[in-house]
């Protein structure tokens, strides 16, 4: 069973404040698991939202020199 983090741990693990992930939930950017009036993230959603939205760095090419 993946595990089930609150919005505090949430926060922490990505480095923002409680707001952000709250903002995801209620925007539903984010799978949530509601446990009563508690909502807990599964970790795996946690790990999918920041690899679907992690952009990789652009490739510069070398400029040859026309000599």
Request: avoid cysteine; hydrophobic fraction near 45%.
């Amino acid at each position: 069973m993946d595990r089930l983090l609150t919005v505090d741990q949430v926060a922490e693990l990505l480095g923002t404040t409680v707001r952000f992930p709250r903002r995801l939930i209620e925007e539903r950017r984010i799978t949530f698991v509601k446990v009563g009036r508690h909502v807990r993230i599964p970790e795996r959603a946690v790990m999918a939202y920041v690899e679907a939205n992690t952009v990789a760095p652009s490739v510069r090419r070398q400029l040859r020199s026309v000599a």
